[in-house]
């Protein structure tokens, strides 16, 4: 049965929370007297679900079952984890977390406050041992990092717990050690918004100029290094010492204004805002929203590509998945599914449509699995063995578009021991998009010549070959270029 | 004839000026004391090689010639730039320009200066019009941010033309309105060093955790929108006067330590330098490079596939190249080279080799580029019409591996009004790594069916298809999957 979290405060930040939890397979209940509650938890999942399951390579969970409960009491009924993410009150979390703990004293609750400590969230709680700070960053949904805070009254266990059911959900909980005002992250934004307004406000730069000197430069180093390890590789070969004898006496200099604050009135704030128009008017925030979520799935897919970063959890994450899938049961006269996929961003071209490389990575994913599924995998490829694809030929049949979720099918035409022919469907539903005929070869990748494949191999091969005889041969089979059909 | 740039310094950021300038066609002198400047600057070189290709989706120019001058007077002979990065010493710095300016006074000379001003930089020279700041980000050679500040002193046209050099190495030139300690962007790095300083000393957080604090989580927002364009989606639809009202008030609060800066000592540089070993001592400087190169191209290039940001910059950069390309003569009995690809990290599988749906994508750029030249472009697509792919059939006949140059080459085997037969050759050299023959139909998009192509790109077809037919039939073509060869 899925387990239930509840989302106390249906926000931007509460939804993600919630479009989290269900698109991995939780049912979530969100309290929040809102009446726009449903409205806006809606718009953040349809984001969430437009998104998120680009980021994995296996076939996401039955999303779970999302309700609005009426009462506090009601939402945390049964719960496994608790996320509030009320208005930043002190005084109103502790209301919230009072009604919580009447109904549900045990179960871990985590604040998504970005400046309280936790002990301050703790006070005058009938179990402050349940309550901590997890604290995420918008869009939730996306973002791995949480910043999971106890305090010394804080359950070592619970806070265990906690961390184990966010990485569940994809995520990354950073433990901080100590708690302080603003945790970690919120402290560096703090202090660059400071900055920000000052050089605003004195006219060195405007709203727009601010945002190029960020992400034209040393946000694209931050996406994937942080300071300290950026800082290393310009120490250069003498390394972090050499660094800061270089750049440690600036910390004296005049580098920031942030020796004080800027007065904080509506001259600031129309300043702020009237430029921040000029900048960014043109889009909607929903069209913002997409962009800016395109965006991190492109950079987030780089990540998972070279297994670095944000992209090692998502790789954790679909490992810990493909972990719990059954796997197939392949010796039947049935074509056999192995992969599933969705169109993602990358794939498209100007027409709108799934460029047509794609629709040979589609069928190289599909016969990837197959080839994991009869033995020959990375490990195996590690001893120097590997089926190469010879020859494709491609049959382009129908669309697939932004979003379409395809699956790949494998039939084996024919299989020796050094020879594997396959026909691949590329379907959307039961419509095939695409056909491919591949001829794959078993080689020693040293001596760079075809070889006869291993026992282990040919023994979950051949049986595969030998049922799927039974199958009627696609009459695509055989096809050249520019065949007349029929 | 190409154009020279003289750099001054041979560091790590000088050799990065250095290996924009001579991979974007300019020749470049440096001039370092030094003895071990050729070596640094070589690895710069080489690391830049290695990764700004990756960048382009066109060929690049001719690689400029690099000298190293014996002497500042022989470096900036017959320059058309000059870029100092020497030691952040200003005494220093009014040296070299003196003598910079003895011989070359009337030259672009922008410094790489992170907290000098210009009008610091411009007193008690020869000819102060001519000094600017362009301030560049490490790596100089892939990050398209450089800083340019003028003073009151500085000639108004000399920075509008050294803009427009920085634009034709690949950069974005963002103009700084009034001269500040820091410029803008190391403002924000130097609060959010300083804060990350404190967190350290305090025991809050290690350097590692810092680290993941940041590219977990606001570390990729600021990749792609910055500060302002951030908080303006956190707004929501309120927008930001919203977010103001919502966040203002906190400018009060004790959110960061930037009241005060760490005392800089031995004890605060062994803690830092001990913590970044732990973190990131298993990787030698070089690795770290290296990892860092190819995440950015991966930024980038997820970017530019979206024309967004640093994108956008890149792909001006591609048509400014492009609209300097001499075009194809294709009339002749040759198979017509159409595109020019580097192999990028990207396309590499888990052989080391370039993973098989590369082979397609090779491809269909060169396909895309043919149809192009006859008139089927973005433009003609727009009008709601298309050459559609319906058939594809690969031989697989060597291997690429990163780094590879390869070529694609178009030869018509037989065109009409609706068809197009192409064959395709993906060539390493003169050798084919795989050829690709397609059955393309002219259809109209929005009946989705095949029509007669227009007159204007039958007019440019079709006298190729009648010069191709005196070329020798491939001997692959027509092949259908698993047939013998001979």
Chains 1, 2 share one sequence.
Do not use: C
């Not at 889009?283 to 950079?299: P, S, V, W």
């Amino acid at each position: 049965m899925a387990r239930k979290a509840a989302i106390i405060g249906g926000g931007v930040i509460g939804g993600g929370w919630a479009a989290r939890f269900l698109l991995n397979g939780w049912d979530v209940a969100v309290f929040d007297p809102d009446p726009e509650a449903p409205r806006k938890v809606g718009e953040v999942l349809a984001n969430a679900r437009a998104s998120l399951p680009a980021l994995s390579d296996g076939p996401m969970p039955t999303e779970g079952n999302l309700s609005f409960a009426q009462t506090i009491t009601e939402a945390v009924e049964g719960a496994d984890y608790i996320q509030e993410s009320v208005s930043e009150k002190l005084e109103l979390k502790h209301r919230v977390y009072a009604q919580i703990q009447q109904a549900a004293p045990q179960v871990p609750l985590g604040s998504s406050t970005s400046g309280f400590r936790p002990s301050e969230l703790q006070e005058g709680a009938a179990n402050p041992a349940a309550i901590f700070v997890a604290h995420p960053f918008n869009p939730v949904y996306l973002l791995p990092l949480a910043e999971v805070v106890p305090s010394a009254k804080s359950d070592a266990q619970v806070i265990e717990n906690a961390k184990e059911i966010l990485r569940e959900i994809g995520m990354f909980p950073l433990h901080v050690r100590k708690e302080i005002d603003a945790h970690i992250a919120d402290r560096f934004l703090e202090a660059v918004w400071r900055e920000a307004l000052w050089l605003v406000k004195d006219g060195i730069a405007t709203t727009e100029e601010v945002d190029e000197a960020i992400r034209m430069g040393f946000g694209l180093r931050w996406g994937q290094m942080g300071l300290f390890e950026t800082y290393r590789i310009a120490g250069g070969e003498a390394g972090m010492k050499h660094f800061m004898a270089q750049f440690g006496p600036y910390l004296s200099a005049e580098w920031t204004k942030l020796m004080d604050v800027p007065e904080f009135n509506d001259e600031l704030v129309d300043l702020i805002a009237g430029q921040s128009d000029a900048q960014s008017g043109h889009h909607t925030i929903r069209e913002l929203e997409r962009i800016r979520d395109q965006n991190l799935i492109g950079f987030l897919r780089v990540l998972k590509d070279r297994n670095w970063g944000a992209g090692k959890v998502l790789k954790d994450h679909d490992r810990r998945r493909q972990a719990a899938l059954p796997a197939p049961t392949p010796e039947t006269a049935q074509p056999m599914e192995m992969a599933r996929m969705t169109v993602l961003p990358g794939w498209i071209d100007y027409n709108g449509h799934m460029t047509e490389s794609r629709y040979l990575f589609a069928g190289s994913e599909t016969s990837d699995a197959f080839l994991r599924h009869i033995g020959a995998d990375i490990a195996y490829v590690g001893t120097g063995f590997s089926y190469y694809t010879a020859e494709t030929h491609i049959m382009h049949l129908d669309e697939a578009k932004l979003g379409d979720a395809l699956s790949g099918t494998v039939q084996v035409l024919h299989a020796d021991e050094k020879r594997l022919h396959v026909f691949i469907r590329i379907l959307k539903g039961d419509t095939p998009v695409a056909t491919l005929e591949q001829m794959l070869l078993h080689v020693d990748m040293k001596a760079g010549r075809t070889v006869t494949a291993p026992k282990a191999i040919l023994d979950r091969l051949l049986p595969i070959a030998e049922a799927h005889r039974a199958l009627e041969r696609p009459k695509d089979a055989g096809r050249h270029v520019g065949q007349r059909k029929g």
